[in-house]
């Protein structure tokens, strides 16, 4: 393979153009990546992490009755 495109090897095996022409990436790309970001770290660390958090709270107050229920022995 002979070209501007020859260091690359087989990766840019039917590749006209140089790999390191690739120009700006549109605002649109940028608009939606910001927005998908933006709703992951709602998603994560709004709504999820309180639900995490209080299953945890239901799990710790029943294990904390079953043990006061059994005279603070283990189940067997």
Do not use: C
């Amino acid at each position: 393979m002979s070209g501007p495109n020859a260091k690359y090897g087989p990766l840019a095996r039917g590749i006209r153009r140089d790999l390191s022409e690739k120009g700006w990436v549109p605002a649109r790309f940028w608009i939606v990546w910001w927005t998908a970001l933006a709703v992951a770290v709602v998603a994560f660390y709004v709504v999820l992490t309180p639900v995490w958090l209080g299953l945890r709270g239901v799990a710790w107050v029943s294990e904390l009755r079953t043990r006061l229920g059994n005279g603070g022995q283990r189940p067997a």
